[in-house]
C-alpha cells in the first residue's frame, strides 16, 4: 500500500477515535459537578453562627463551581427538620445539608429519627471545628481554674450550676462529660439559646457555662466574662491564654464543635470530590478567615471518608454520654 495512503489512513482513525472519546470526556467532566442550582440547607434560623458559616461556603461553591447556590433555612427539631429534607432529597449534589455536631448527636439523643445518620447521608466535607468555652463572672473568686471548679463541686454536691443552650445540645453534652470525667454533681440549667443563659450566668442565676467561641467571645473581651479553660485537646488559637480542660488535670477531655457538609446518601463520587475540593478550598481561604474569625474555627480539610469516620466516632463517643447521664430529647 501506498504509504501516503498508510498514513492518511491511520489519521482518519485517530481522529475518529479522538471524536468519540471527546464526548465521554466533556460528559465525565460535567458528571463531577451539580448539574442545576444548589441548595444549601441549613437546620437553624437566620443570623446565627451556622447561617453564617453557610452564606460563606456558599460563597466559595458559587464561584468555585460556576453555578448558582441558594442558602436556605428549615430550623426545627434540633436539627432534624432541615436533616430530614436533605436525607429525602434527590442524590444528585444539588441538595446539600450544612449542620453542626448535633447530626452525630441526635443519633442517640433522639428516638425514631425519620432517618439514619449513617445511612441516609453521603459525607462531603469537614469544614471546621471550634472550642467551646467555660466561662464564669469575672467577679467570681471561686474559680480561677478548672481544677477549682471541680473541687468545689466535690465538696458542694449538686450545689454549682450551669447554663446550656439547650438539652442535647453540644455545649450541654461538654459540660457532662466533664461531670463524667472529673467525677462531679453539677446541676443543668437548660435554656431556650445561648443568650438567656449567658444573661442568667452574668445577672449570678447560674454559676458557669459551656459556650461556642462565637457566643462568649465578645462579652470575655468587654469583661463581662472571665474565660477558664477551652474544652479542645489542644489550646486553641483564638485563645491563646485560656488552658485546655487537659492542662487542668483531666487529660481525657477533649471536645469540639465542628461544622460539616452532607448530601444524600447515593450521591455520585465524582460530585462528592468536587464538592469536598471546592469546600477545603474555601475554608482555606483568607475569605473565610475574616468572615468567620470571631467564632474561633480552626479550618479542617479531610476527605469524605475520613469524615464519614469521625462521625462514626463521634456517634459512639456521645452516645454513651447520653446513656450514662439519661438525657433524652423527645
Request: proline share 7%; charged share 15%; no cysteine.
Amino acid at each position: 500500500m501506498n504509504p501516503f495512503a498508510s498514513r492518511r489512513i491511520a489519521a482518519g482513525i485517530l481522529l475518529a477515535t479522538l471524536q468519540t472519546l471527546i464526548p465521554l470526556v466533556s460528559a465525565s467532566a460535567a458528571a463531577a459537578t451539580p448539574s442545576g442550582p444548589i441548595n444549601v440547607i441549613v437546620p437553624f434560623t437566620p443570623g446565627g453562627g451556622t447561617d453564617t458559616l453557610a452564606r460563606v461556603i456558599a460563597k466559595g461553591l458559587d464561584q468555585g463551581l460556576k453555578t448558582n447556590v441558594i442558602v436556605e433555612n428549615k430550623a426545627g427539631a434540633g436539627t432534624i427538620i432541615g436533616s430530614e429534607y436533605v436525607a429525602h432529597s434527590r442524590p444528585d449534589g444539588n441538595t446539600l445539608l450544612l449542620t453542626t455536631s448535633a447530626h452525630a448527636i441526635n443519633a442517640s439523643l433522639v428516638k425514631h429519627l425519620p432517618y439514619s445518620v449513617d445511612k441516609s447521608f453521603a459525607p462531603v466535607a469537614m469544614i471546621a471545628s471550634a472550642p467551646m468555652v467555660v466561662v464564669v463572672r469575672p467577679d467570681d473568686n471561686r474559680f480561677k481554674t478548672i481544677r477549682d471548679i471541680a473541687e468545689y463541686a466535690k465538696a458542694n454536691p449538686g450545689k454549682l450550676t450551669y447554663g446550656s443552650s439547650g438539652t442535647g445540645t453540644a455545649v450541654h453534652l461538654a459540660a457532662e462529660l466533664f461531670k463524667n470525667i472529673a467525677k462531679v454533681d453539677i446541676t443543668h440549667v437548660p435554656y431556650r439559646g445561648a443568650s438567656p443563659a449567658i444573661t442568667d450566668l452574668i445577672g449570678g442565676q447560674t454559676d458557669m457555662f459551656f459556650g461556642t467561641s462565637g457566643a462568649v467571645s465578645t462579652l470575655v473581651k468587654a469583661g463581662k466574662l472571665r474565660a477558664v479553660a477551652v474544652t479542645t485537646a489542644e489550646r486553641s488559637p483564638f485563645w491563646p491564654g485560656v488552658p485546655t480542660i487537659a492542662e487542668g488535670g483531666y487529660p481525657t477531655y477533649a471536645a469540639e464543635v465542628w461544622y460539616a457538609v452532607f448530601a444524600a446518601a447515593n450521591t455520585p463520587a465524582p460530585i462528592i470530590e468536587q464538592l469536598n475540593k471546592t469546600i477545603n478550598e474555601t475554608a482555606q481561604s483568607q475569605e473565610f478567615s475574616k468572615s468567620m474569625g470571631s467564632e474561633g474555627l480552626t479550618p479542617k480539610p479531610i476527605t469524605p471518608e475520613a469524615l464519614r469516620q469521625y462521625v462514626s466516632q463521634e456517634e459512639i463517643r456521645w452516645g454513651k454520654v447520653i446513656e450514662e447521664g439519661h438525657i433524652t430529647r423527645q
